[in-house]
């Protein structure tokens, strides 16, 4: 595909597929960044085989997480507190010559479905308004973040939806119309060693693996070692905020 069909692709994509999504299922952006990554892929905007997106989960130990501008506030400053949120961050592959200056890096671009910001923002501009590293937050706020590469996330999560529902298993809201995510099942007698099949097990719930975060999975050093964890690990790797924009400035991500 041609670079600028590729360009025009993008444009399209956020003009009019991007409000369908921020619509499809309030509140379950696990799901929704699922089915974006997915379309990202069908489309032409992504890589068929998502090598070129990360899905990014963002907690912490409390659970208390606050982003700005966020469509779900109510503040004018749109800044809200969640207990978890849900990313996805594309990044320039070779194929995407057009996105590069041969003086610099630009920047990843971010996919998230819920903010007001455009969508996608570049991550630079992304992390200085939405997630403001420079505001001091008391230490139960810092956010963690954990970055998983879409061609395992893809295969290997599973949702059966048991966290919308309340004890006696009663949906808390509404639930989609499409059935529940399983886990792709493959014969890994056919199926190359060396790819993220192998955590596809036909598993039917790990949410919790994904969004459960804390301070001591955060990896010590940002280096090219952390891009063979991230392609090989199925809950990727974990970051803090002044390392995320570090990572993804990592040359052949």
Known sequence: ???????????????????????????????????????????????????????????????????????????????ILWDYHVICIQVRTKSHHFWRKKESHSSPLVWDLDSSLPCPS??????????????????????????????????????DRRHMK???????????AYGPIVAEVHDMLSTPSNFSYVFADGTVHNL????????ADVVSNVGTDLITAVHSHKLGIVVNETQLEEFFSLDDL
């Open 208 to 215: 919790n693996e994904y969004n459960e975060i804390i301070a």
């Open 122 to 159: 570049p991550l630079a501009s992304y992390v200085s308004e939405t997630i403001r590293p420079s505001f001091q937050l008391f230490a139960d706020f810092q956010r963690f973040f954990r970055v998983v590469h879409a061609r395992i996330f893809l295969c290997s999560f599973a949702s």
């Open 1 to 79: 595909m041609s670079a600028i069909k590729r360009l025009i692709l993008l444009l399209v994509f956020s003009a009019l597929f991007v409000p369908d999504f921020r619509v499809l299922s309030e509140l379950r952006f696990e799901e929704n960044v699922y089915l974006l990554c997915k379309k990202l892929c069908t489309s032409g905007v992504a890589d068929a085989d998502g090598s070129d997106l990360y899905v990014v989960f963002i907690s912490n130990e409390k659970k208390q997480v606050p982003l700005w501008h966020q469509k779900a506030s109510h503040r004018a400053d749109g800044v």
């Open 166 to 176: 309340d004890s006696l298993g009663n949906w808390t809201a509404k639930p989609p």
